[in-house]
């Protein structure tokens, strides 16, 4: 069993920075493929970024450039580093941890961007 819970999410005008952690406890965590999703008003909950175990990442085209996903495996923590943020960044963003086959989710950070 794998909780994660996030922090960091707020209010920021447009072309800002934000910083997203989420805290892991629960089994190994240098195991765990870990990840952010994030879902708007009205809209599919979408994948954003991946950080795996061995520290690859990979990053939806929208966000290429301008996030940065990360983790510090002696805090048991992953971030995303948002930069240059846009109206259309604006969501409930969800950290995910996959250790296969179990797939767990926190309970989400709003993140909101003013133009």
């Known amino acids: 069993q794998v909780q994660l819970v996030e922090s960091g999410g707020g209010l920021v005008q447009a072309g800002g920075s934000l910083r997203l952690s989420c805290s892991a406890s629960g089994t190994s965590f240098r195991a765990i493929v870990m990840g952010w999703y994030r879902q708007a008003p009205g809209k599919q909950r979408e994948w954003v970024a991946t950080?795996?175990?061995?520290?690859?990442?990979g990053y939806a085209d929208s966000v290429k450039g301008r996030f940065t996903i990360s983790r510090d495996n002696t805090k048991n923590t992953v971030y995303l580093q948002m930069n240059s943020l846009k109206p259309e960044d604006t969501a409930v963003y969800y950290c995910?941890?996959?250790?296969?086959?179990?797939?767990?989710w926190g309970q989400g950070t709003q993140v909101t961007v003013s133009s």
């Open positions: 950080v795996t175990s061995g520290g690859s990442t």
């Open positions: 995910n941890g996959l250790l296969s086959p179990y797939s767990y």
